[in-house]
């Protein structure tokens, strides 16, 4: 009985060993899929600025002033482009780039794309 109970026992932890080498792999397939996704939106996204002008300007009317792209997305606008932006203490609004992509709302400043 002993003898069966430790093949047994070491037949389970090969097939745990199996499992989690399959484990592993599905992990990393799934990386895999998520860059390949990532890498897609952002095409998508170039070809889209370039079918309208990176520097169009979205216009959301003049009733109301968002503080900022995060605002605006909340209130269900999901395009990506140029919003009119006036934030806290600010004297002024003015034209902020909006990324409205990975959960949306990110406001891009300057040159160096700084999201916040």
């Not at 939106?41 to 070809?47: N, P, T």
């Not at 140029?82 to 003015?94: G, H, M, Q, T, W």
């Amino acid at each position: 009985i002993h003898v069966a109970f430790l093949q047994t026992l070491e037949s389970c932890f090969q097939e745990q060993l199996r499992l989690q080498a399959q484990v592993r792999l599905l992990e990393h397939s799934i990386k895999q899929q998520q860059a390949k996704i990532v890498q897609l939106l952002m095409e998508r996204d170039a070809q889209v600025r370039q079918r309208r002008g990176e520097n169009s300007v979205i216009n959301l009317g003049e009733g109301r002033e968002y503080k900022d792209c995060a605002e605006i997305y909340k209130t269900g606008h999901t395009e990506n482009g140029f919003y009119k932006i006036k934030p806290l203490r600010s004297p002024n609004a003015f034209l902020a780039y909006c990324d409205m992509s990975e959960g949306g709302g990110w406001t891009s400043l300057g040159e160096g794309n700084i999201r916040t």
